[in-house]
């Protein structure tokens, strides 16, 4: 059985920092891109940041630039997504997925496996 569970998440004020942490059993961690995906109330999920399995290419969304970093370490079946310089709309719910598929201009593609979640707020 696959599990995928995030994190990390919680509050912080506009320009704080937080770090989420994604975990996976039951799938080869290195088989898989990684990626994070976050959806807002009232709007679409979209596209985060996302790496490869050997961590040599990443992806970020153009909101992400510059703030967000990710990283993972095969080792432990984990990824992570350092986030800086937080702005309000930034909050969201994160989630962390394994994918089949990375493109350099749109990041993890199909992916296959999901997490629950772990809820982002930034306050003014």
């Known amino acids: 059985q696959v599990q995928v569970v995030e994190s990390g998440g919680g509050l912080v004020q506009a320009g704080g920092s937080l770090r989420l942490s994604c975990t996976t059993s039951?799938?080869?961690?290195?088989?898989?891109?990684m990626g994070w995906f976050r959806q807002a109330p009232g709007k679409e999920r979209e596209g985060v940041s996302c790496?490869?399995?050997?961590?040599?290419?990443?992806y970020y969304a153009d909101s992400v630039k510059g703030r967000f970093t990710i990283s993972r370490d095969n080792a432990k079946n984990t990824l992570y997504l350092q986030m800086n310089n937080l702005k309000v709309e930034d909050t969201a719910m994160y989630y962390c997925?394994?994918?089949?598929?990375?493109?350099?201009?749109?990041?993890?593609?199909?992916?296959?496996?999901w997490g629950q979640g772990t809820q982002v707020t930034v306050s003014s």
């Open positions: 997925a394994a994918a089949r598929s990375f493109h350099f201009s749109l990041g993890c593609e199909q992916p296959t496996y």
């Open positions: 039951g799938l080869t961690f290195d088989d898989y891109h």
């Open positions: 790496i490869t399995w050997r961590g040599t290419s990443t």
